[in-house]
């Protein structure tokens, strides 16, 4: 619903580079790499903390992965990408584990032996539980182990437990509550969450449509046992990477009180399973852990690690004085961790340089697809598969080999989102200027079916009168115009035909500076040949002949009390003179054929007398409070015309002028008009551009920014709008007869449609 203009990108020096071809199965890895980043960037917790910025969490390696694609290079950049998080939870699984050794006597029931200071070592793998035996086991009565100073509880098992309940229910639910005397919080998930994407315009948050941030996932408690034991002992549990999710929350969550310690059978990378999400990639089923929730304490300090790490535990006797040591120490208090809700979003570094080194132009691939992957409310309008885009590019971007190449990719790349909103930054770079964006001094224009000359500028080097009004062009450069558009179609995104055509012309007649542009044109009934040099760098093209709206004041009564509003002229601080100039119309014109200037909240509390419904949103919503996938939603919101009961209301028809110029805030507008005042409004005219929603950024190295629609505007009943346009209720376009007579068509069928309902 924002009017974005287009910035200015200084020349840079083209570099050059070697081309290079890859394989599917290269190209698959330099997608992982990618995707994996993306993952990362958006719901790792570390990435929230400033720990590494995006950027540099990846471009090395791309640029690494892109030199050598090779399966070893693969997992090695992954490794080093991992490595740069500080977190071992996040990190490439390997197939080496070392074999668990149990201390027990027999392979289905527990095990126990006397250490020194009194402590109690007790081997009982959980999945022992489940053996009715062990319940008849006279040392293993809880009142028993009232008689030792400290336990020592051997969980460990040989292979993955997923569901430790005979164990809580049978005996480690009394065994565990032991020495609680109060209930505790079983430690809270705390995952990150993005409702939208955060414009990368801006470095702050503040006042965005977006919001980024922490969310936590409810928790249960551990509650006392019935009969309190006044057991003062120190407990201590050995786990492994065995151990399941469940059994390792109540732990943390005693050992965070104080009531237990946690030894840990192995590596740091195999410990707390239950952050990490399990990926596979598609390129050489490598397996990844990757952490995308932390565990807090009941006083916000984040969980991470146990009180001992033993990687291999193969003698028993220094096993078990390991044990004791830590029986008898004293605990220790958590450190000052304390999770911050000050949600820094990593921003892409955007130095104006026009071009970027490889790994700088992968992050910016990598930064916008996922951008579009996870927070485009229209994605599921796009025209082919956003996983084949990402495939399609990877060699596209490695192989632009300077400033022009590199823009083009980025432009055809946008291109594939279908979406007007789809601006690219640059216009007037020199090195691509010169080659592609001179022209001559006329303008092209579609009408019906055929493309005429519609307005004639100066040129001091050379005739352009020669050209002359409403020529009809055949060809450019021999070719037949309606194949020589097509080459356009990967410069810019147009949401639908009608706005490729409202903006092809821009870049018709546009080519190398100095370059022939020959026309083929047809006037009077013969075909011609016409040549013309591209000698400016910009013609600022004049619509006057075709476009109606600077024919009139922003408030203006016609002929038979008609009222007529040009909503690209209307400000806020005239509205009330509309009103009170127009309030006894029989009808009130409001001509939307621009871009209205913010007023439309204004106005519509005073159509109606009544409060209603009159758009819906859509925004993205995406975290992961499940380990296995996503979360993609779309939160939807409304927004509803309070009606302004301290005013009259106008009561008189409401007519919206519209076409394809009609875009974004200018279709929202129209869709409150509609919502306000219901069926005493009708629109009349063409299919407007079918881009709505909240214009969102993107940065990519080099100094560019792309936009899409970060907001899914619809209609209250849900009917879509993006691609679509507004809903019109007579179609009137203007044919080539009435503008050459310098009729307003459009405007005259509203006229008629007033005075005889038809």
């Given at each position: 619903m924002k009017k974005v203009l287009l910035l200015v990108v200084f020349y840079i020096p083209i570099l050059i580079q070697a081309q290079r071809n890859y394989t599917s199965a290269e190209i698959s890895r330099l997608a992982d790499l990618g995707k994996i980043w993306g993952i990362?960037?958006?719901?790792?917790?570390?990435?929230?903390?400033?720990?590494?910025?995006?950027?540099?969490?990846?471009?090395?390696?791309?640029?690494?992965?892109?030199?050598?694609?090779?399966?070893a290079n693969f997992r090695a950049c992954l490794e080093k990408m991992l490595a740069k998080l500080k977190d071992p939870i996040t990190h490439v699984v390997t197939d080496k584990q070392v074999p668990v050794k149990l201390f027990t006597d027999n392979d289905s029931l527990p095990s126990y032996r006397l250490l020194a200071d009194s402590i109690l070592y007790v081997a009982f793998p959980?999945?022992?539980?489940?053996?009715?035996?062990?319940?008849?086991?006279?040392?293993?009565?809880?009142?028993?182990?009232?008689?030792?100073?400290?336990?020592?509880?051997?969980?460990?098992?040989?292979?993955?437990?997923?569901?430790?309940?005979?164990?809580?229910?049978?005996?480690?639910?009394?065994?565990?509550?032991?020495?609680?005397?109060?209930?505790?919080?079983?430690?809270?998930?705390?995952?990150?969450?993005?409702?939208?994407?955060?414009?990368q315009r801006n470095t702050s948050l503040e006042g965005g449509v977006y919001i980024a941030g922490w969310q936590t996932k409810s928790s249960g408690t551990i509650r006392p046992a019935a009969r309190p034991a006044?057991?003062?002992?120190?407990?201590?549990?050995?786990?492994?990477?065995?151990?399941?999710?469940?059994?390792?929350?109540?732990?943390?969550?005693?050992?965070?009180?104080?009531?237990?310690?946690?030894?840990?059978?192995?590596?740091?990378?195999?410990?707390?399973?239950?952050?990490?999400?399990?990926?596979?990639?598609?390129?050489?089923?490598?397996?990844?852990?990757?952490?995308?929730?932390?565990?807090?304490?009941?006083?916000?300090?984040?969980?991470?690690?146990?009180?001992l790490f033993i990687n291999g535990i193969s003698d028993e006797n220094i096993f078990l004085e390991k044990c004791r040591i830590l029986a008898i120490t004293s605990t220790k208090n958590n450190p000052e961790n304390i999770h911050s809700l000050a949600y820094r979003h990593p921003f892409p570094n955007n130095e104006n340089s026009g071009f970027a080194p490889i790994g700088q132009r992968l992050f910016g691939l990598y930064n916008y697809w996922n951008a579009i992957n996870y927070f485009n409310p229209n994605k599921h309008l796009l025209k082919q598969p956003w996983d084949s885009v990402l495939v399609e590019f990877i060699p596209r971007f490695i192989n632009a080999n300077d400033t022009t190449s590199y823009y083009f990719t980025i432009a055809d790349m946008v291109s594939r989102i279908h979406d007007s909103h789809g601006f690219l930054n640059l216009l007037n770079m020199k090195t691509v200027a010169e080659r592609y964006w001179y022209t001559v001094p006329?303008?092209?224009?579609?009408?019906?079916?055929?493309y005429y000359i519609v307005s004639i500028g100066k040129d001091s080097t050379q005739n352009i009168n020669a050209f002359q009004l409403w020529d009809e062009i055949i060809a450019i450069d021999s070719v037949p115009i309606n194949i020589y558009k097509e080459k356009f179609r990967s410069r810019f995104a147009a949401s639908n035909d009608w706005t490729f055509e409202r903006d092809v012309r821009r870049y018709l007649l546009s080519g190398a500076k100095n370059s022939v542009l020959q026309l083929t044109i047809m006037r009077n009934g013969k075909i011609t040949k016409l040549n013309a040099l591209r000698t400016q760098p910009a013609y600022l093209s004049d619509y006057d002949l075709v476009s109606f709206n600077d024919n009139h004041k922003d408030i203006e009564i016609l002929k038979g009390n008609i009222g007529y509003v040009n909503m690209g002229l209307l400000t806020i601080g005239r509205i009330d003179k509309m009103f009170d100039t127009l309030m006894d119309t029989k009808a009130i014109i409001f001509d939307i054929r621009n871009y209205p200037k913010g007023t439309v909240f204004d106005i519509v509390p005073r159509l109606t007398d009544h409060d209603s419904v009159a758009v819906k949103f859509g925004i993205p919503y995406v975290t992961y409070k499940s380990i296995y996938e996503p979360l993609i939603s779309k939160n939807s919101d409304y927004f509803i015309v309070n009606a302004d009961k301290t005013k009259p209301y106008y009561k008189g028809k409401i007519i919206i002028l519209c076409n394809a110029i009609t875009q974004s805030h200018a279709e929202y507008t129209i869709m409150l008009f509609q919502g306000a005042a219901g069926k005493r409004v009708t629109v009349i005219g063409s299919a407007t551009a079918g881009a709505d929603g909240n214009v969102t950024a993107v940065k990519l190295p080099g100094g560019y920014s792309t936009y899409f629609s970060g907001l899914e505007v619809l209609y209250p009943d849900g009917s879509q709008t993006q691609q679509t346009g507004i809903r019109i209720n007579i179609k009137v376009e203007p044919t080539l007869a009435g503008l050459r007579a310098s009729k307003d068509e459009v405007l005259q069928k509203a006229i008629q449609f007033i005075e005889s309902g038809k």
């Open positions: 990362l960037h958006n719901f790792h917790p570390s990435m929230a903390r400033d720990i590494v910025s995006t950027d540099s969490l990846v471009s090395d390696v791309a640029e690494s992965l892109a030199n050598d694609p090779s399966s959980t999945s022992f539980a489940s053996n009715e035996a062990v319940s008849k086991l006279s040392w293993l009565q809880l009142q028993e182990f009232e008689k030792y100073k400290g336990l020592v509880l051997d969980l460990r098992n040989a292979k993955q437990i997923d569901d430790d309940y005979p164990f809580t229910k049978g005996f480690g639910d009394a065994i565990l509550r032991k020495g609680v005397n109060k209930p505790l919080q079983i430690p809270v998930h705390l995952f990150r969450y993005q409702a939208g994407f955060i414009d006044q057991w003062n002992g120190r407990m201590v549990v050995v786990v492994n990477r065995f151990s399941s999710s469940q059994l390792m929350e109540w732990l943390l969550a005693l050992q965070s009180a104080g009531y237990c310690k946690i030894i840990f059978d192995g590596d740091a990378v195999d410990y707390l399973n239950s952050t990490a999400w399990d990926y596979y990639t598609a390129a050489d089923s490598l397996h990844l852990k990757l952490r995308i929730f932390d565990y807090l304490d009941v006083n916000g300090k984040i969980i991470r690690d146990p009180d006329l303008s092209a224009m579609k009408i019906g079916t055929k």
